[in-house]
């Protein structure tokens, strides 16, 4: 491009010398100029002149640029050698060379054009190599060349480092707007500062810029939704949360189910079953529906009625017949608590189900019916299957080799395991 450059400076020259010859032959139809310089008058025609200063500029512009030349290939020699020596250095950083890397990047570093992107990868190379020293070295270089980037780069550590306060500062302070990847780390520290909900505010923002994907936007909301849940002091700012969810948000089983347990240790008893009440109508779940059994509240009469309800269309879920159990466990109705319980059983319900089976027949002072259940808990909690076999009372209960479980104790009198 330089070669060509001068090329078209010389053909401009030539063009002159000959647009200026033929001029010569033309002095006649154009006006004369007279020059008295040093006592010495010059006579001459006014295209001449202008001619002679157009030959005189090109001239002295050609010879600037072949006085420029080394210099430019110099220059040119020394760009390229950092920009060599930027990519050796990524290359090492990705390879784990964190030495070389920092080495190759350190010497970049003066670059007038990628010095910034040099000093970041050697940030990151002092860190891989547990050299604080060296990584704030680089960092202080970085604050010099790039304040943003700097800020960026040091919020990011800090977030790692869990001091999400400090993050939160430096990236304030920081010049506004925050880029897209600022606001990102902006978001992470927030939800790290336990500001969940202010994490959630800035969602939006965040979906504009497309700094993450859709998928992890999708993890991303409902987390910190749950999260801005289970933060909630009090029922006032808990309600203010929960109607600043989206609607899918309100019927995400696993947010109802914090919102739930939140309201409940809370003491709101009314919004905790309304909740799930308005979930389960809607999406049924078989975590939902275990929840509502389980939590620790009262409405013993109308949560029964509610699940008798769902029974109608859900007879065959495990987590529903469990919560029933419970629930006819929770007013003493043991014996409508254990048919629940089998059925649940047999459906799969699980270690969860044999131990509340075993807390109703230590209610009623069967405790070797108790110490069976309790134990077939265990076994399924390690990977153990379970067979079957029920008698009228529910007390014949069975491992998988067909045996009764027999209560053995070791020399001080205390139960043990067989085996």
Not at 41 to 67: E, Q, R
Not at 336 to 360: I, K, N, T, V
Request: net charge neutral; hydrophobic share 45%; proline share 4%.
């Amino acid at each position: 491009m330089k070669a060509l450059r001068i090329t078209i400076v010389l053909l401009l020259i030539v063009a002159s010398a000959i647009g200026g010859y033929w001029l010569s032959q033309q002095d006649a139809q154009f006006g004369q100029v007279f020059i008295r310089v040093a006592g010495q008058d010059i006579n001459t025609s006014l295209p001449k002149l202008g001619l002679l200063i157009l030959i005189m500029a090109l001239l002295l512009f050609a010879l600037w640029k072949l006085l420029c030349l080394p210099f430019r290939a110099w220059s040119g020699y020394r760009r390229r050698k950092g920009w060599e020596r930027l990519s050796d250095g990524l290359a090492a950083l990705n390879q784990g060379q964190w030495a070389r890397a920092e080495k190759l990047l350190n010497a970049t570093a003066k670059d007038p054009i990628v010095g910034g992107i040099a000093l970041a990868g050697a940030v990151r190379a002092a860190d891989a190599r547990g050299d604080d020293n060296a990584a704030q070295k680089y960092l202080q270089a970085l604050e010099k060349r790039d304040p943003n980037a700097q800020a960026l780069l040091q919020a990011e550590r800090l977030i790692a480092r869990r001091h999400p306060e400090s993050a939160l500062d430096l990236l304030d302070a920081a010049a506004q707007p925050l880029p897209p990847r600022g606001l990102w780390l902006r978001i992470q520290a927030l939800e790290a500062d336990g500001r969940s909900a202010e994490a959630y505010g800035q969602l939006g923002a965040l979906k504009r810029t497309g700094v993450l994907t859709a998928a992890g936007l999708n993890t991303l909301e409902p987390r910190l939704a749950a999260q801005s849940l289970r933060e909630a002091a009090d029922t006032h700012l808990l309600a203010e949360c929960w109607e600043s969810l989206s609607r899918p948000l309100r019927a995400n089983p696993q947010v109802v189910a914090v919102y739930a347990e939140r309201a409940a240790a809370l003491g709101w008893n009314d919004a905790t079953l309304r909740s799930l009440e308005k979930a389960l109508d809607s999406n049924w779940d078989e975590s939902l529906i275990a929840l509502y059994g389980r939590l620790p509240i009262d409405h013993l009469d109308s949560r029964r009625a509610s699940a008798q309800r769902w029974l109608k269309s859900h007879s065959d879920s495990p987590a529903l017949l469990l919560t029933l159990g419970r629930l006819a466990g929770l007013q003493e109705q043991w014996e409508q608590s254990r048919e629940f319980l089998r059925r649940a059983l047999e459906l799969g319900a699980g270690a969860e189900a044999w131990e509340e089976l075993g807390d109703g027949f230590n209610a009623t002072h069967d405790d070797a019916s108790a110490r069976r259940c309790y134990f077939n808990a265990l076994k399924v909690l390690r990977g153990g299957k379970i067979k079957l076999s029920w008698q009228q009372d529910l007390r014949e209960i069975t491992v998988a080799d067909n045996t009764e479980v027999t209560e053995t104790r070791n020399e001080h009198g205390f139960p043990q395991l067989p085996g």
